[in-house]
């Protein structure tokens, strides 16, 4: 016999997997543009400006955080109080410049929105890049019509793995309970600030990132890419 902790444990849980889905918020880099090698390349060069000689794969994997997260895993905190601002707007000119032009939607984003959208669903997108990045990453999957919140880096005090972003886009969309709301997103930094502003999270792994990882991040469930989510939408947390 189930001891009354159990039990109102199971029905928390059933609670929770029977609410119905209302929003979807999806994280932008290494999710629906393919340009995390091109942030990881142009950090680490950035990096290499300012005298810091650091492995490139170790980089990589700290693309999903802000900058200001990100240079803590390489600088000092004097180095940042005194080149912090500086290293991230070199960083910022040398992708703008460089590498963005380059960067491409992956198939099939725009069908799968609209997709959520013709399910009823909302759509709000919570990235760590700032607003003009995500202007143009919107242009390039041909979202912009099927979006109804957004929150950027510039819209919060701390980026990921911080919850402030993801839970300002819930805050945005009025009505939406963390319960009733799904992140998508490609890296354990996603999952984590999903997780400390009440949200679960499938992940996507076309940004690279390990499925070990992000399931041990918390991810739900995972799935290839956009293109994948959308073809098995209806086995989905998405779906259900």
Known sequence: ??????????RTQLRSEHTMLKAVIFDVDGTLVDSVDAHARSWWETLAE??????????????????????REFLSDAEIRENGGRIEK????????????????????????????????????????GGDELGAYKEKTRIADLVEEETSKDDVEQSKPHPDIFQA????????RAAEAIVV????????????????????????FDEKELREAGCIAIFQSPADLLARFDESPLGA
């Open 1 to 10: 016999m189930e001891s009354p902790a159990i039990h109102r444990q199971r």
């Open 50 to 71: 300012f005298g810091h000689d650091v492995d490139y794969e170790r980089v990589r994997h700290q693309i999903g955080k802000g900058g200001d997260q990100l240079m």
């Open 90 to 129: 070199a960083r910022k000119d040398r992708y703008m410049r460089r590498y963005i032009d380059g960067v491409r939607g992956f198939p099939k984003v725009r069908e799968l929105f609209q997709h959520i959208r013709d399910s009823g669903r909302r759509v709000a997108l919570a990235s760590s890049a």
């Open 169 to 176: 886009a819930l805050d945005q969309l009025c009505g939406v």
């Open 185 to 208: 997103g490609d890296t354990p930094w996603d999952a984590i600030a999903a997780k400390g502003a009440g949200l679960r999270m499938v992940g996507v792994l076309c940004g690279g």
